[in-house]
């Protein structure tokens, strides 16, 4: 039987766009445990585009688990299990296995996110949004502090976040201080949303970040060096007061980019915990058996030369507090406030 695989090579600018690079055709005789254990395990081998910040020796990985699939007697939940547990050793929540019956994800991704939360949204709904909470969009708000700061909650990027509207919440208020943008366990989407909340942000053509996508099968081949600008647009803004963004480790994907691409303006401010990574923009293929993966294919360097796939660092970190909360409290909304006001 014959397979056409076609590799997607995917760059980023000021959206994201994606196409073919190439398609490779190869011959698979016969589907057993052992050759799609080393068809996937040579995909990633050739096209995983984040060994070198994952600190993963690929070719040990091997080793470990290839003798877990010589028995050609290996049943399909087995063989997945293997192939799961491979995987899981790139910690990276961008990396998965789809088969039928199950889906692999990492396991220290899932206990990063959940196991640090830095948001209680109980708190947050009854004593920051309040009952009398507005909506515009995917953006709920309101005012805190007398009516001094805006508070927004974003809780997807998946959801649309239109750049008019969020213009709207900022005029509703002319008399506020800032505002605080709130995209703590916004676990990503579409990266097309995070340029429409930069662009009522003041740009200046700063340097948002660095791109390469990976182009061949060294671990280190990768293609010449893209750098992303600011893009300055006239409809909105900019919006020049400070404006405060809350992250924590469920900020992931297009929730760090966005934190990412933050730290550029002179008016943002990162406070919260350090954003749960993953930079590294995904793409997929199909194995001879018919389960299909996919994995990051880019990496993304910061405009101080780092690559920050594990995580964002903010400007100020602030955890929460176990007592505030008891106390109706969020500490790191009150220590954004704080900021946004200058009595911090």
Request: glycine share 10%; net charge negative; hydrophobic share 40%.
């Amino acid at each position: 039987m014959r397979h056409i695989y076609i590799i997607i090579g995917i760059g980023l600018a000021a959206v994201l766009t994606a196409g073919c690079e190439k398609i490779a055709f190869r011959e698979v005789k016969e589907s057993t445990p052992a050759t799609v254990f080393e068809e996937l395990w040579g995909r990633v081998d050739q096209q995983y585009s984040l060994f070198d910040v994952k600190g993963v020796d690929w070719d040990s990985v091997h080793d470990c688990y290839a003798p877990m699939v010589a028995d050609e007697r290996i049943g399909d939940d087995s063989l997945f299990g293997v192939l799961a547990r491979m995987l899981g050793t790139l910690r990276d929540g961008h990396v998965n296995l789809v088969a039928p019956f199950d889906v692999s994800h990492s396991e220290e991704i899932f206990l990063q996110t959940y196991g640090r939360r830095n948001i209680d949204m109980q708190v947050v709904a009854l004593n920051y949004l309040t009952a009398g909470y507005h909506s515009a969009g995917e953006f709920a708000y309101n005012t805190i502090r007398d009516g001094q700061v805006v508070y927004v909650r974003y809780s997807s990027f998946s959801n649309s976040a239109e750049t008019a509207l969020l213009d709207g919440i900022t005029k509703r208020y002319p008399e506020a201080k800032g505002m605080i943008l709130d995209i703590r366990q916004n676990g990503g989407g579409s990266v097309a949303n995070l340029w429409k909340i930069l662009a009522l942000l003041p740009a200046r053509h700063q340097l948002l970040y660095r791109t390469q996508i990976k182009s061949g099968p060294g671990h280190e081949d990768f293609s010449e060096v893209e750098e992303v600008y600011s893009a300055f647009t006239n409809d909105y803004g900019p919006y020049e007061k400070p404006v405060v963004v809350l992250t924590d480790r469920g900020s992931y994907s297009a929730s760090s980019f966005f934190a990412l691409c933050c730290k550029a303006y002179d008016n943002v401010t990162l406070v919260g915990d350090t954003t749960g990574g993953g930079l590294g923009l995904p793409n997929g293929g199909e194995l001879s058996n018919g389960w299909t993966y996919r994995f990051p294919v880019t990496r993304t360097i910061a405009p101080d030369g780092k690559n920050y796939e594990n995580g964002v660092p903010p400007d100020r970190v602030v955890l929460l507090d176990d007592a505030a909360t008891a106390a109706g409290k969020d500490n790191v909304i009150e220590a954004a406030a704080d900021i946004i006001c200058g009595t911090l």
